[in-house]
């Protein structure tokens, strides 16, 4: 029975987290639960994965927190029930009791370092940035090289402006070639910035990873420093490389939608803005910005920020920019979605 209710929940989490998001993973995660169901639909786990298949596989939010809830009176002290309530309480915009679930879940599996690093991003979105802080230092007190949890500190630092805060996180070998490309371009150092992120977009390419963010801030850092060649040729790598991998995708999926929504920060980099807004209404017909955890919303963001500043920009170079701000605005929530997929 607990084979099958677990075995639910995984096919749905793959399902929503765009590993497999194909109406065969969710068919796989209905035919697991519907098993569990058979052989006992009393079961706490039952509920738990009825939850995530109304959660991940129907976009059902209140009917997903009722089971959950329901999982909880048989199981008030079980890690997995008490984060599933933090995340959907989450979704809906219910902070208060999102925070309550996620800090019980981390209570009762206290070395789970992912489960601090999502608090720690839900307290960052929130503004919360001391609590963000104290729970990414809790993590690196005994992971000093933990990786998300220097990214919480650097991201919440450059919330505040504190561009000095950062620079003893780039001594430990934990930090990502994100953040210190990042650092040096809003340092205006380009040249390093420019350095440092082709470096990281050249070893992404080359495990056969996505390096859209990467691509991003490399084009603003080249344009920049004023070559605008090479800020067009890297939006238009990363616009071709986007478009390549919508073509792998279910139309209508979560992860068609972050494509989309990416493919308009590429666009409004060029100062293609009809292009960008192209996508960006796509997104609202198909419902795509409601997509997980706002990642589509924050991309689209970016697009709207960046078409609205490259009808000057465009005029001058042909690549829309802006020297006050990158498209890293939506890069801490995918964050959490990437460490989803290697775990």
């Given at each position: ?108 599996d ?50 505040t ?20 490309g ?13 350095e ?19 691509q ?26 986007i ?40 997104l ?7 997509s997980?955890?706002?990642?589509s ?47």
């Open positions: 029975m607990l084979a099958w209710a677990y075995l639910s929940c995984a096919q749905s989490q793959n399902y929503w987290i765009g590993i497999d998001p194909t109406p065969a993973r969710l068919a796989a995660a209905k035919d697991a639960l519907d098993r569990a169901l058979a052989l006992d639909p009393n079961l706490p786990e039952t509920h738990l994965a009825l939850g995530y298949y109304r959660y991940f596989g129907q976009r059902d939010f209140p009917g997903g927190l009722a089971e959950f809830q329901q999982a909880e009176k048989g199981l008030p002290n079980n890690v997995d029930v008490n984060r599933a309530i933090g995340l959907i309480q989450r979704r809906v915009g219910h902070w208060d009791e999102a925070i309550a679930g996620l800090r019980r879940a981390i209570e009762l206290p070395h789970d370092a992912n489960g601090y690093d999502v608090l720690a991003m839900t307290y960052w979105g929130l503004r919360r940035f001391p609590e963000a802080l104290a729970t990414a230092d809790r993590v690196l007190a005994w992971e000093p090289a933990y990786e998300p949890a220097l990214f919480v500190k650097a991201i919440v630092f450059w919330a402006g504190d561009l000095q805060a950062v620079e003893p996180l780039l001594t430990n070998p934990g930090i990502s070639p994100l953040v210190r990042t650092q040096a371009l809003y340092q205006r150092r380009y040249a390093a910035a420019i440092k992120l082709s470096s990281a977009v050249a070893a992404k390419t080359k495990r056969g990873e996505s390096s859209d963010d990467e991003f801030l490399l084009g603003l850092s080249q344009q920049r420093a004023g070559d605008v060649a090479a800020a067009r040729a890297t939006y238009e790598k990363a616009a071709k490389d478009r390549r991998e919508l073509e792998k995708v279910p139309p209508g999926s979560f992860h068609e939608a972050d494509l989309r929504a990416k493919l308009g920060v590429a666009y409004a980099g060029l100062g293609e803005a009809a292009s960008a807004i192209a996508d960006g209404a796509y609202r017909s198909t419902g795509g910005c409601r997980r955890d706002s990642h919303q924050a991309a689209a963001a970016d697009t709207v920020w960046l078409c609205d500043y490259s009808g000057a920009a465009a005029t001058r170079s042909g690549v829309g920019s802006n020297p006050q701000r990158s498209s890293l605005s939506g890069i801490g929530r995918r964050k959490e979605t990437m460490k989803a997929k290697k775990s």
